[in-house]
Every structure is written in structure tokens, then in C-alpha cells.
């Protein structure tokens, strides 16, 4: 080799080892002990355009940063069970909107909505669709997706606009066994679980025997026996039992994963367990209400006080609550979702219909918890240790996300993902509904002792709740399309 094309090869080389243009950043968060649902480790995070583009120590500067001073850092929460704007039959209305309710979510940790876009019966699927996009449009603080609710399994809908919607990124949808305006027959449920296997999407089932309840609810009526309490009643486990049993046979013969919502207790927990010791795709939600509220809660005398946690299923007692923190640290449950469902109290369009104290038969099922869903679980499940850190993680925002579609976008702290982060707080303090941001008078929660609040919330890399203040910006979320949900190989093909 000669002299000049040693000098040339030379020349080369010192081209290539110009130092890279060091990476720009709109933001870095230093000093975090981020968590996943696999790993908890000490790293610096670069953002850059809404998303996590760099993890490692000593990141070059932003544009901003934020110190987490060491402190923990998880992905934003996933709700994937809420309930935000749904028509409901006058006078009764959902306290929360877009816009309360996703301002409630992000001072609560949680980046990504789950709600349902629900078709009336009668009403074409699509028509559904879109009186929900105008709902959300424009309003919401943080991104969401929308679950569907079948009500009416026409041949249209079946054959045409449930695969569409699924397409267009609908991915999921939700049956119920029980409400006279929701609930579908087992025959109708065979027809849309055959949809949801060839399609790929993921099935929700509301458990409880529709038949069972109306002939207890008739006899509690006719002794009187009509308080907010007796609503409780009229949903004892066993109705929650059968339908899940029978939820699981119907899935069973179509051979295709479902998901069990709001799991309320030991019964539906065994045939839960009983169907995945026979190899069944059957996967399990929990909600905070299983764990924090007992049929106590909604009342031991004839109060109508009751009333303010009155909702489907119904929470059970303590030993329950022991059942379900099991599931949850065990891997039972896939998903812990709020279920909210916000009505006011003291409202003629909330828990009073009409301004009036009703039967429990006629009070709206539901309770607000878009907010509280999160702290809850890492008050008394992390910090209590009931769980670790990545079992939170995955409970909360990666298996939601994996179960509808939406990971690795949303549901963990990984380069390409959405920069939704929580960086906590951990500090202890008594809660009050005057502390939260839903639209809703009351939470069932007050009078807990929390031990974490979010210090920081931060949506596609936009710091939107900083530990005192919301910082509001209406349309900022934005309507994400689902993928097929990723959270298990697909049921065997026939
Ligand atoms: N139960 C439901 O099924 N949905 C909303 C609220 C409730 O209590
Ligand atoms: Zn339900
Ligand atoms: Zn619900």
C-alpha cells in the first residue's frame, strides 16, 4: 500500500469518526427509576415530538427538562374500561364529558380512554360511531380509543359493519348478559363471538344473569325491600357465576378469547381459574371498587346514601376483596380498569332521578373513578406490597394496551413509544372529592389514606397535571385507531 492511498484511507476514516450531531431533545427527564412491566432501572429519557426517542444515562441536554430526582416513572395509565358521555335515557345523564372526564384521568396518571360507543337498539352500529367521535371531538385532554357496544347483532351489523368498524381500528367490543336495552341472548352472543374470531377483535362480557336478577328484584319489591342496600341483593354472587360460566362455554364453542369485565369476587374468580386450567383463552378485569368498597358501602340501614355505590356487579365483602387481590398478584387478572361511571348524587339527572329518591331498581348503576384508579392500586398494592412495581405496570397500561391494540404506542417506557409518562409522588394524605377533577360530587374513596399521587402526568411529552395544577388543552388528545389486540396468539384455527 502506498503512501497516498494510505493518507486517502486515513482521510476516510477521520470522516467517519466525525463525532454524530448530538441528538436534540424537547425534553429530557433525568435521574428516573422508570418501570416497566419487565424492568425497573435507573435512566435518563429523551422526548422528542410526543415521543420516547433515547433511554440512557447522561442524555445530552433539551430544549427542557424535568428532574425526577430519582423518583419512580411509569408509563401513563391505560383505562380501558370507562364510561365518559354515554347516552343514557332522560333525565339521567353522565356527569362526565371528554372533557371532565380526561381532565380527571390525566391528574390521575392515566394518558389513554377507553370508552364505549354504544349502539342503541335499532340504531345502525356506524351511526353509533359517529355521534361518539362528535362527542370526543375536540375535547379531550388526553388520547382515547373507543370499544364498541353490540346491542343490536342485525345481519347488517354482523355481516357488515362490525368487520368494517373492526378494520378501521375498533378492534374491541363489549356484550352484555343483563340490562333490558343492552343485554343479548346466548344465541346472539354465539353470532357476534364469531365475529370477534374471525375478525381478530377482543370480546368484553358483562357476567351477571339478566333472568335471575328481574325475578329477585321483583320479590325484593314486592317486601318492600326497595333501599339502595337491597341492590345488592338482587345481584348475589351466584348470578355473576352462572353468566360467567356460561360466557365461557359459549367462547369455548367458538373457540375464541374473551375478556371477563369488572370481576367482582371468589365465584366468578373459580370458574375464571376452572376454564384456564382447561387451556381457554379467558382473560379478567378487575376494578378498584372489588378491593376498596364491600355491600356495606351501600348502606346497613334503608339510607339512601347507599346509592352513591350502586353498581353492577355489585361489591361483595372483605374475604372478596382478598379473593381479588390474590388474582390480581398471581396473574388471574389481566387488566385493572376504573369503570367509571359518573353520575352526581344530589342530581335529578344522577343517582336522584327526577329529584327523587327511586327503588334501587331505577338508580343508575355506576361510580366515578377515572381518578382515583390508579393511586389506589399503587397506594395499597405497591407501597402496601401486595404487588411489585411491574406487576402494577402491567396491570394498569401494558396488558390494556396489549389487550386492545395499542401497545407499544401506549403502555410502556420503550424508544418509539408515546412519551406518556407519571412521575409519583409518595407521600401520604387523606382523600376528599374536593381534591379531584371529574364533574361528580362525591368519590366512594373519600376517607381513604393514599400513600402516592402522580407529581407529574406528561401526554405525548406535554406535561398536562404537575402535581397541583392542570394544565388544560382541549383537543390535544387525540382518536387513536386500534391494531388487533397482541396480548396472546390468536385462538387455533379450526
Ligand atoms: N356497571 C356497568 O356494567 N356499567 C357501568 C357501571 C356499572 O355499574
Ligand atoms: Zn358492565
Ligand atoms: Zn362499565
Redesign the pocket.
Given at each position: 500500500m502506498n503512501k497516498q492511498s494510505v493518507d486517502h484511507d486515513v482521510d476516510i476514516v477521520v470522516t467517519n469518526l466525525q463525532p454524530m450531531p448530538a441528538p436534540t431533545f424537547d425534553l429530557v427527564i433525568r435521574h428516573a427509576r422508570a418501570a416497566t412491566a419487565s424492568d425497573t432501572f435507573d435512566t435518563d429519557i429523551g422526548i422528542r415530538d410526543g415521543r420516547i426517542v433515547m433511554l440512557g444515562a447522561d442524555l445530552p441536554a433539551g430544549a427542557r427538562e424535568i428532574d425526577a430526582g430519582g423518583r419512580v416513572v411509569t408509563p401513563g395509565g391505560v383505562d380501558a374500561h370507562c364510561?365518559l358521555d354515554q347516552p343514557m335515557a332522560p333525565p339521567v345523564r353522565m356527569a362526565d364529558d371528554f372533557d371532565t372526564g380526561t381532565r380527571a384521568a390525566a391528574c390521575g396518571g392515566t394518558t389513554t380512554v377507553i370508552p364505549f360507543a354504544a349502539q342503541e337498539k335499532g340504531q345502525s352500529l356506524r351511526a353509533a360511531v359517529a355521534d361518539y367521535h362528535h362527542r370526543a371531538e375536540g375535547r379531550a385532554h388526553v388520547d382515547y380509543a373507543f370499544h364498541l357496544i353490540v346491542s343490536d347483532p342485525t345481519p347488517q351489523v354482523l355481516l357488515h359493519e362490525l368487520p368494517e368498524l373492526i378494520r378501521e381500528g375498533y378492534t374491541s367490543f363489549k356484550i352484555y348478559m343483563t340490562y333490558d336495552d343492552l343485554k343479548l341472548d346466548d344465541g346472539q352472543i354465539l353470532d357476534v363471538l364469531a365475529v370477534a374470531r374471525e375478525h381478530g377483535a377482543m370480546a368484553m362480557i358483562?357476567a351477571e344473569n339478566a333472568d335471575c336478577i328481574e325475578w329477585l328484584t321483583r320479590r325484593l319489591e314486592a317486601a318492600g325491600r326497595t333501599a339502595p342496600r337491597f341492590h345488592a341483593h338482587a345481584r348475589p354472587m351466584l348470578v355473576e357465576r352462572e353468566a360467567t360460566h356460561r360466557a365461557i362455554s359459549l367462547a369455548e364453542l367458538v373457540d375464541v378469547p374473551i375478556l371477563i369485565v369488572?370481576v367482582s369476587g371468589r365465584e366468578a374468580v373459580e370458574q375464571i381459574r376452572w376454564a384456564r386450567a382447561h387451556g381457554l383463552k379467558v382473560y379478567a378485569e378487575t376494578c378498584p371498587q372489588y378491593l376498596f368498597l364491600t355491600a356495606a358501602d351501600l348502606g346497613i340501614d334503608d339510607s339512601y346514601h347507599g346509592a352513591k355505590c350502586v353498581?353492577?356487579p355489585p361489591p361483595r365483602d372483605r374475604q372478596n376483596q382478598d379473593v381479588i387481590w390474590a388474582g390480581l398478584d398471581d396473574g388471574l387478572f389481566t387488566v385493572f380498569s376504573s369503570?367509571h361511571?359518573p353520575f352526581r348524587y344530589d342530581a335529578p339527572e344522577g343517582k336522584k332521578p327526577g329529584g327523587e329518591e327511586v327503588a334501587f331498581r331505577h338508580i343508575p348503576?355506576?361510580i366515578p373513578g377515572i381518578e382515583t384508579r390508579l393511586p389506589l392500586l399503587y397506594s395499597e398494592g405497591v407501597l402496601a406490597g401486595r404487588m411489585t412495581l411491574g406487576r402494577f405496570v402491567e396491570l394498569t397500561a401494558t396488558n390494556p394496551a396489549k389487550a386492545y391494540g395499542l401497545h407499544p404506542r401506549k403502555g410502556t417506557i420503550a424508544v418509539g413509544s408515546d412519551a406518556d409518562l407519571v412521575i409519583w409522588d409518595e407521600r401520604e394524605f387523606v382523600l376528599d372529592n374536593s381534591m379531584l377533577h371529574h364533574a361528580v360530587d362525591y368519590t366512594p374513596y373519600a376517607g381513604q389514606t393514599l400513600r402516592a399521587w402522580p407529581g407529574m402526568t406528561l401526554a405525548r411529552g406535554d406535561v398536562v397535571w404537575d402535581g397541583r395544577s392542570f394544565h388544560p388543552r382541549q383537543g390535544r388528545g387525540r382518536f387513536l385507531a386500534c391494531s388487533t389486540p397482541s396480548l396472546m396468539p390468536r385462538a387455533t384455527p379450526r
Open positions: 364510561h358483562h369488572h353498581c353492577s369503570d361511571a348503576n355506576g
